[in-house]
């Protein structure tokens, strides 16, 4: 999940002797314009966003909640004996369900946060064309497959018929007139969803340089 640049713009305020300020109508306008990239980051990572959030709240309220009852489990189980050698010789009983939920939970816990970490990878250029897509539950495979044009933002949809499918994909915005043939992108594949789950599963497998 890419994250937006940090904003960076000359600051150009003036000072008044009544204590007030004024500031420049380009830097007024710099600035808005890195807020609207900021809103625009925040709308196309939104559901990376949402898992985030989701699985902090599941995962630590969860986490605390069986910690508690595994403690009172083990409190509740006998009542405390006293001195050294009547501690060690004594046998701490606990419920049928603790030793399994200790063994499954962090199980649970650890497909939560993999899960959520899917979510820092969910856009990339393939084909020449820009791809969003999410993740399914619990398999983490990739779903709802979205495309869109890298020079106009116009979605591209996919081709349905035997027919309609090319090498190439021409945006349907006169205005524009993308062709990815003419930027040297690969040959497109179909049906889109499977290509971009083995593309993912490319680029997550490839080893970081040095």
Known sequence: MNHPRSIKVESKVTL?????????AATFEAIQAEGKKCLRWIRSNKDGILVH??????????????LNLLWKAIVAAKPTPHGLLSLLRADIRVSAWVLPALFLLPLVLLH??????????RSDTFFGLDFTWRYSFPKGRVVHVRASCPRCQKPAPEPTGFLETYDNYLCRNRACNYNTASVGAGRMEYPWQEAV??????????????
């Not at 959030?53 to 069986?66: D, E, G, N």
């Open 53 to 66: 959030v989701l699985t902090s709240a599941i995962v630590l309220p969860v986490l605390a909640l069986l």
């Open 16 to 24: 008044h002797k009544d204590g007030g300020a004024t500031i420049s």
């Open 112 to 121: 939560l946060l993999w899960y959520a970490r899917l979510y820092r990878y």
């Open 197 to 210: 789950q083995r593309l993912v599963d490319e680029r997550r497998n490839e080893k970081p340089t040095a």
